[in-house]
């Protein structure tokens, strides 16, 4: 059966000017995601992840390139004006950002910001969204939300505030939810919660959704499929088996090798070599090569990688990668 596409990020190049020089932020990204499936967006600090996700919902008011296509429904999101924007912005996409606390509006109370987001986007009146308000704290499994609706977000806990921003995001029905790290600053059964939350609401409204996070444990837990991001780059993809037994690109396994082990004591644990570069002035060639362990010279410093093939479903950007026994060619995407 073929899977439709519901988001498709096609050669995105986003950079921004500041004093010190043009940003290179994101060089050439490509991704997708099907419907109804979790695609866990990962990488260190300042790859892009979040630069990405703001340039799909178009909140990236500073940047001074933007080129490439951002595909919903096979429609253009980058062609759109901001009045068309607005209708698929919190209706279609929404977001739930890291930090509750800060998200939500302190003056306000759960419930009027609920039905702020439900009125304008719904179109119905105050008490059927007072209704459909109570209905979502419901869905996210918030114990009597008829008494929640009615509180401000200091009165809450962290993971009470976590599942009132869910909540707020699927109040509208969208069709793709973009979780940027929404289980940071948790401790791990409130995490394990929330985790459970967004593949409940997966499985029950068939919703897609974008999971930005530096955990790979939380990918391993609720993602379908892993999009590994360094540099500006997405630089490996595949299901979450193939990332996680078959990685082939050395900074995937550079990440996969960084995760404690739990089996053993050790007394240091595996880093990757080097730091992230300054995307001002990126390295040439393969932006990963000053830290690999696998660098070619003449080669990885030369041109950027093609986007290649392994399987179906598993691609990646690399001159000498770890491919699997008896494999000896890769086909260029």
Do not use: W
């Not at 986003?14 to 004093?19: M, R, W």
């Amino acid at each position: 059966m073929i899977k439709l596409k519901l988001l498709e990020i096609r050669n995105l190049k986003v950079y921004f000017n500041t004093e010190e020089g043009i940003v290179k932020a994101l060089e050439d990204v490509n991704l997708e995601i099907d419907k109804g499936e979790i695609l866990g967006l990962v990488g260190e600090t300042g790859c892009g992840k979040s630069v990405t996700v703001l340039t799909v919902l178009r909140l990236l008011s500073n940047a001074s390139t933007i080129s490439g296509q951002v595909l919903f429904e096979g429609q253009d999101l980058l062609k759109l004006s901001e009045k068309e924007m607005l209708k698929i912005r919190g209706k279609e996409i929404t977001m739930i950002f890291q930090e509750p606390m800060t998200s939500l509006n302190p003056v306000f109370t759960v419930g009027q910001q609920l039905m702020d987001v439900i009125q304008l986007h719904m179109n119905l009146d105050k008490k059927r969204a007072l209704e459909r308000a109570i209905e979502v704290l419901k869905l996210v499994k918030l114990p009597d939300p008829d008494y929640i609706v009615n509180k401000y977000p200091h009165e809450l806990s962290g993971g009470m505030r976590q599942r009132v921003m869910i909540a707020m995001a699927i109040s509208c029905e969208p069709k793709l939810i973009i979780a940027d790290e929404p289980t940071t600053a948790l401790d791990v059964t409130i995490q394990a919660q929330i985790l459970g939350i967004l593949k409940h609401l997966k499985e029950q409204l068939g919703v897609s959704i974008l999971i930005i996070t530096h955990n790979l444990g939380v990918v391993a837990q609720i993602c379908d499929r892993v999009a590994v991001m360094y540099s500006g780059y997405v630089i490996e993809t595949g299901t979450v088996a193939e990332i996680f037994q078959h990685a082939v690109h050395p900074y995937t396994r550079g990440l996969l090798k960084a995760i404690p082990p739990i089996e053993e004591k050790v007394e240091r644990l595996n880093v990757i070599p080097g730091n992230v570069p300054n995307l001002i002035t990126p390295p040439s060639g393969c932006r990963f090569h000053p830290r690999c362990e696998r660098y070619k010279d003449g080669v990885c410093n030369a041109q950027a990688p093609s986007l290649r093939q392994l399987t179906e479903t598993h691609t990646y950007m690399c001159y000498n990668p770890y491919l699997p026994e008896g494999v000896v060619e890769e086909v260029n995407v």
